[in-house]
């Protein structure tokens, strides 16, 4: 969300942050999730960023979170052309592991096609995209 520029000063480092001019537009997907929750929590409101919440099964019970279905393409590219974010921070899919293990049709379609067309339509519109994951789904040591 910004701009990071290391400088030396002798022995230590500085950051200098130079944000955008403008308010930046964000939009969180799994907002409902507990890493999306811990994000929107984090983000807070601000007059630098807009943030745009996206939940499914239990957006309903969050204040300011949009029920969208991640597994409807167009659903999501509509809402994507509604808000015109600058940074997608997708948090959403299926995170546990008898599940993923049990059901590869279900976790296709909720966790591998979303991320992939959030990643075609955000590369096609210049949007920013950052894809978050907890190891709980993967740790990093064995396929």
């Not at 309903?60 to 997608?88: A, Q």
């Not at 096609?124 to 740790?139: C, G, H, M, P, R």
């Amino acid at each position: 969300f910004f701009f990071v520029k290391w400088q030396r000063k002798s022995h230590s480092a500085s950051v200098n942050v130079q944000m955008p001019s403008e308010r930046i537009k964000i939009v969180i997907t799994g907002a409902t999730g507990l890493l999306g929750r811990a994000l929107v929590e984090a983000l807070g409101p601000s007059e630098k960023w807009e943030v745009q919440q996206w939940g499914l099964s239990r957006a309903k019970d969050y204040k300011d979170c949009k029920e969208v279905d991640l597994r409807k393409r167009e659903e999501v590219e509509k809402k994507l052309e509604e808000f015109r974010p600058d940074v997608v921070v997708h948090t959403a899919g299926e995170r546990r592991p008898d599940v993923l293990e049990n059901k590869p049709d279900l976790t296709e379609e909720l966790n591998e096609k979303p991320t992939t067309y959030l990643a075609e339509y955000c590369a096609q519109k210049n949007i920013k995209l950052l894809y978050l994951s907890t190891d709980y789904v993967f740790d990093g040591k064995a396929p």
